[in-house]
Every structure is written in C-alpha cells, then in structure tokens.
C-alpha cells in the first residue's frame, strides 16, 4: 500500500484555486503523462496516466469517480485500474481540501491510499516515494501556474485600463498636468484664426453697425 500526505502552497484565492482543482480537464492538465478520456452516464470518466519507474514505463488506464462538497471546498476521488498489459490492478482513494492560507492565499491539502496487486505491484512501490515527490512537485508548479492565469490576465486588463485612462487625462490636462480643455489643439487653432481675423479687420469697424 501507497500512502500520500501532501500540502501545497498556492498563491491565489481560495475560490479560484478550488475551481481548477475541482474540474477534471484542469487538474489533467497539471500532471504530466495523464490523459482524460471519455466521460460516462453516472459522472465518472476513463483516464490514463503514464508513470516512470526508474528505465521502466507504465500506462495506467482507471475509471474515475470524483465527489464534491463545494460550500466546504472538499472532494473524494476514487480510481480503480489497471496497467496496459492487465498484469497489475490498483485501487485509489484519495480526498482534497482548499482552505484559506492568508490574503490571497491557498493550500491544498491531499491525502489518500493506492492499493497495488499484481505483477509490478514491488517496482511499483519500490519506486513509489519517488515518483510521488517528484508527480507532487511537477503538480504544484502547473497548479500555480494554471491559479494564476485569470488573476494576470485581469491585472493586465486592469493595467491597460490604467494606462487608457492615464492616455485620456494627458491628452485633456496636457503633458503639463493643466487643463487644457478649452486650449488644447483645436483650441489653439481656434484661438489663433480668432487672431488672425482680428488682425485683418479694418480699425473702428468692431463696434459699427
């Protein structure tokens, strides 16, 4: 038997880090040689998982079930598989919990249990603290990376709005920072044709009728 205790720190709102850990594709996504596959009636789905044991190999292909508790940010997973030559089965149960850390922050929280029987069950778990590290650390970099994608892209709009903003106010108060509402370009223009016309005009003739 496999045990996993793992906590992972996360740089993002508790709310944001629960929507990609509880979304199947997403979490897939974070964990190399995984694979989602087809989805079923009763919500499990097949996925596949391609794990290195030192030179050697080995597909994994399970159903999985995932339960979720959303109002406490909590779930169980539950897999049951076996290796591409159907030489070895496993079973795995495992629960996850996003709590709040700190402003903005988040930690997860996974603990669980693989069972393994068969042919490679001993390379398996010779090799199993390993490749957890090693799965957990890979996992923990693209959970991040995948937290934080939203929260840049909205700094980025904040930013560009900043800075449209920063834009408009130049171009109404000048680069000097005074109004120049009514003498910016077109009020200079206009300014200077009112000269001009002024200066044609015949002396007296401002106020005859």
Known sequence: MISITEEIAVPSPPARVWEVISNPADVVSCISGAVLGAAHDDGSFDGTLVVKFGAVRVRFAARV???????????????RGRDGQRATRFTADATFRVAQA??????????????INGKLASLVESGAGAVV??????????????????????????????????????????????????????????AWWARLLERRRPAGSGGRR
């Open 65 to 79: 079930t995932l339960d979720l508790a959303a109002d406490e940010r909590e779930g169980r997973l539950s897999a």
């Open 102 to 115: 700190g402003p903005g922050q988040a930690r997860v929280s996974v603990s669980g249990e693989i069972t």
């Open 133 to 190: 590290t090693r799965m957990t650390k890979e996992f923990s970099d693209q959970l991040v990376q995948r937290c934080a994608g939203p929260a840049a892209e909205a700094t980025g709009r904040t930013e560009a709005t900043a800075a449209t903003a920063a834009t408009a106010a130049t171009a109404a108060t000048g680069p000097t920072g005074t109004a120049e509402a009514s003498t910016g370009l077109f009020g200079r223009l206009r």
